[in-house]
């Protein structure tokens, strides 16, 4: 067992002895996506695992260990992390868990203070807490975002952004089903190996990989005459990609014969970047952050530039930049809401409208009033501009009825499906 060690404030750290020793628990969010931060951290000498489960003993285990006016998404993490160290028949000492710490104003930058008072409360006091951000939150000797490991992040990102894009405009219209799902896992096999690669390859973008991956989904036999209707997939980051967050909305709606439109996971990184930079301008800061907020931004938009100009080539739609999104929102919301996700979920409802998807389900968790905000609260003005957009707010409340949830989304797709018929255009 590695000695237990703590900062001048009390708090436990993640040494560097237990790097090689302990197992690093993720919470589950975006399945597309995070399984390839397993590899990265693997591969930079981490032992890490996704955690999977999603039965209602998660549930129980946040009600018991958090308030009960906490919003949905902290509380499933905390569930999660509990119920995962409960139910295994694992060393205890020798796990850690990492979770994101935005250093926003919501509670997204306190998770780590929420999980650490749960696992007070259950007895667990003894498992550190890795936090990762991009603020200079909370540091641990044992546990660094090196280059090498910020390239593969940012690769991982990439990567799940692209499949849950290509496995979205696929399947519902395979001609042999369960074909999407076979190559889905095809390629996962050698984007997994990717992680391995030496570490100067990170440096550079992967861009026969991705193009190997376009090309083999583009392969997949598709009837594109089949109508169907486009259902964007919007809100509050957990609640919009979790399948445990939204009772597996992606699967539902694509049960429902609709073709789901979840937009990119790097947006939100993006956004997040450019909050910090409209904060240093407005308030003050360091300006060697700003340029290097700035210097992201541009860095990965180059990127992504790549794969934009791949998808095009092999006939998929092609996801709209990070500055046209911004420009969308522009008399609707101000920049300076960048609470949750702020402005940029009223900038992906704009966007799914104008790319002709106008049916949209804006996902709330309980207990979250940036969101409220930013989606709920937008969707009337964002009405009154394109009277023929077919948008619900869902709310998801653990302790709700999912059947009250189905029958919102039940009448929007009937809504969907009766404008496909009449051919409406949107906008
Ligand atoms: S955005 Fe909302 S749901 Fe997400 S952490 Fe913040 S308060 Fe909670």
């Known amino acids: 067992m590695a000695t237990l060690k703590y900062d001048k404030d009390g708090r436990l750290l993640f040494t560097k002895e237990m790097?090689?020793?302990?197992?690093?628990?993720?919470?589950?969010?975006?399945?597309?996506?995070?399984?390839?931060?397993?590899?990265?951290?693997?591969?930079?000498g981490y032992d890490a695992e996704v955690i999977?489960?999603?039965?209602?003993?998660?549930?129980?285990?946040?009600?018991?260990?958090?308030?009960?006016?906490?919003?949905?998404?902290?509380?499933?993490?905390?569930?999660?992390?509990?119920?995962?160290?409960?139910?295994?028949?694992?060393?205890?000492?020798?796990?850690?868990?990492?979770?994101?710490?935005t250093g926003g104003g919501c509670r997204a930058s306190n998770y780590v203070s929420l999980i650490r008072k749960a696992f007070k409360k259950a007895n667990l006091e003894f498992i550190p807490i890795i936090s990762v951000n991009a603020v200079g939150l909370e540091k641990n000797p044992g546990f660094r975002v090196s280059l090498t490991l910020l390239m593969k992040?940012?690769?991982?990102?990439?990567?799940?952004?692209?499949?849950?894009?290509?496995?979205?405009?696929?399947?519902?219209?395979?001609?042999?089903?369960g074909e999407t799902e076979v190559v889905y896992q095809e390629v996962n096999t050698y984007l997994n190996a990717y992680f391995y690669k030496p570490a100067r390859r990170v440096f550079y973008h992967p861009k026969k990989l991705f193009e190997r991956v376009i090309k083999r989904f583009s392969q997949i036999d598709v009837d594109k005459r089949v109508k169907k209707p486009k259902v964007g997939i919007v809100g509050e980051i957990y609640v919009k990609y979790s399948p445990l967050g939204n009772n597996d909305l992606e699967k539902t709606l694509r049960n429902e014969g609709c073709e789901v439109i979840t937009p990119n996971i790097l947006d939100f990184f993006l956004y997040?970047?450019?909050?910090?930079?409209?904060?240093?301008?407005?308030?003050?800061?360091?300006?060697?952050?700003?340029?290097?907020?700035?210097?992201?931004?541009?860095?990965?938009?180059?990127?992504?530039?790549?794969?934009?100009?791949?998808?095009?080539?092999?006939?998929?739609?092609?996801?709209?930049?990070?500055?046209?999104?911004?420009?969308?929102?522009?008399?609707?919301?101000?920049?300076?809401?960048?609470?949750?996700?702020g402005?940029?979920?009223?900038?992906?409802?704009?966007?799914?409208?104008?790319?002709?998807?106008?049916?949209?389900?804006?996902?709330?968790?309980?207990?979250?009033?940036?969101?409220?905000?930013?989606?709920?609260?937008?969707?009337?003005?964002?009405?009154?501009?394109?009277?023929?957009?077919?948008?619900?707010?869902?709310?998801?409340?653990t302790s709700a009825t999912e059947i009250n949830q189905m029958n919102r989304i039940k009448l929007m797709i009937t809504n969907a499906k009766r404008n496909l018929t009449k051919g409406d255009k949107n906008v």
Not at 86 to 95: A, E, L, P, S, T
Not at 279 to 288: F, R
């Open 19 to 44: 790097k090689h020793d302990y197992k690093i628990l993720i919470p589950a969010m975006a399945p597309y996506h995070f399984e390839y931060f397993v590899h990265s951290l693997k591969s930079e």
């Open 52 to 101: 999977k489960t999603t039965d209602f003993d998660v549930i129980h285990e946040g009600m018991k260990y958090s308030h009960n006016d906490i919003c949905v998404p902290a509380m499933l993490v905390i569930g999660q992390f509990i119920d995962y160290i409960k139910r295994h028949n694992i060393d205890k000492h020798k796990i850690a868990v990492i979770i994101t710490q």
């Open 153 to 177: 992040l940012i690769t991982a990102l990439m990567m799940g952004d692209l499949l849950m894009q290509l496995y979205n405009e696929t399947a519902p219209y395979e001609k042999n089903k």
């Open 272 to 341: 997040t970047f450019d909050s910090s930079i409209y904060d240093i301008e407005t308030y003050g800061g360091s300006t060697i952050s700003k340029y290097a907020y700035k210097f992201l931004i541009k860095f990965i938009e180059h990127r992504r530039n790549k794969v934009r100009k791949q998808l095009k080539k092999y006939g998929f739609n092609v996801f709209t930049t990070y500055k046209e999104l911004r420009k969308l929102s522009e008399g609707f919301i101000k920049k300076g809401m960048h609470v949750g996700e």
């Open 343 to 397: 402005w940029l979920l009223t900038a992906e409802m704009l966007e799914l409208i104008h790319s002709g998807a106008p049916n949209i389900i804006c996902t709330q968790p309980f207990g979250c009033l940036p969101n409220h905000i930013a989606g709920k609260g937008m969707i009337k003005k964002i009405k009154k501009a394109y009277p023929k957009s077919n948008i619900v707010p869902i709310d998801y409340d």
